[in-house]
């Protein structure tokens, strides 16, 4: 053995210490101190538990371990690392894109469904621009001292009730019509070239032939373009 070795193996015997007593006071594996002892070192993980298991060995011996540090034989230890296989992570999953235009169209028709059954039950009637709405008698609305047109008196407990006045009219805008009755909203919308349309749904908390909702609203800009739609009352289905 060299002389590291043989320091070490000296010093238990002389103390009359075997490997197992000292495997349990140094908490060392008697595998460890025996290749100390020996120098075997390649049954080291690396240098520095070598090191580590010498100095914690050589104080339980009553030795120096700095003296024996020195005569350590650095170049006898090597360290067989092994490179680490390459991971090949899975690619990232995608979001499929038709799901959300899916989605996204699902949410709009929905929208469009709920904003058109709003204020009743189901559509009745849909008219243009150019037609008089189903059930409706043409009257002529009268107009007011402040350029407000009003609807003629009904004469008839089962016609369409009478609106609030529709003002005020200013040129290139849409003006208010919700509550309007649809006779005096037919003759502000004509009379001003408004292309329109209409839709009339049943409904029980508001009286047949009035305006319940218009889009766009009092105040947009009509370009002869872009047409008005009002939701009209219905009445109570028979």
């Known amino acids: 053995m060299a002389e590291l070795g043989n320091t070490l193996s000296r010093a238990r015997r002389a103390r009359g210490i075997t490997l197992e007593d000292a495997e349990r006071d140094t908490h060392v594996s008697r595998r460890y101190l025996q290749a100390l002892e020996t120098e075997d070192f390649s049954i080291f993980p690396a240098p520095v538990y070598a090191r580590g298991f010498l100095r914690t060995y050589s104080r339980y011996l009553g030795l120096n371990p700095e003296e024996l540090i020195r005569v350590f034989p650095n170049g006898s230890l090597t360290v067989d690392i092994t490179p680490l296989p390459t991971v090949t992570r899975p690619p990232a999953q995608l979001i499929n894109v038709n799901w959300i235009v899916a989605g996204l169209v699902t949410i709009f028709f929905l929208g469009a469904g709920l904003v058109l059954l ?3 039950d189901d559509p009745s009637v849909v008219g243009n621009g150019g037609n008089q709405p189903a059930g409706q008698t043409s009257t002529t609305p009268s107009t007011n001292g402040n350029g407000q047109v009003q609807a003629p008196p009904q004469t008839s ?3 369409p009730a009478q609106g609030k006045a529709i003002g005020p009219i200013r040129p290139g805008q849409f003006p208010d019509f919700v509550g309007a009755d649809l006779a005096s909203t037919l003759a502000v919308l004509r009379d001003n070239q ?15 032939g009035l305006v319940m909702s218009q889009s766009p609203g009092a105040g947009a800009k009509a370009d002869g373009d872009s047409p008005v739609t009002l939701i009209v009352s219905a009445g109570i289905p028979q």
Request: no cysteine; glycine share 14%; charged share 20%.
């Open 118 to 120: 709003r204020g009743g």
């Open 157 to 159: 407990s089962n016609g």
């Open 194 to 208: 408004m292309t329109y349309v209409i839709i009339e749904v049943l409904n029980r908390n508001t009286p047949k």
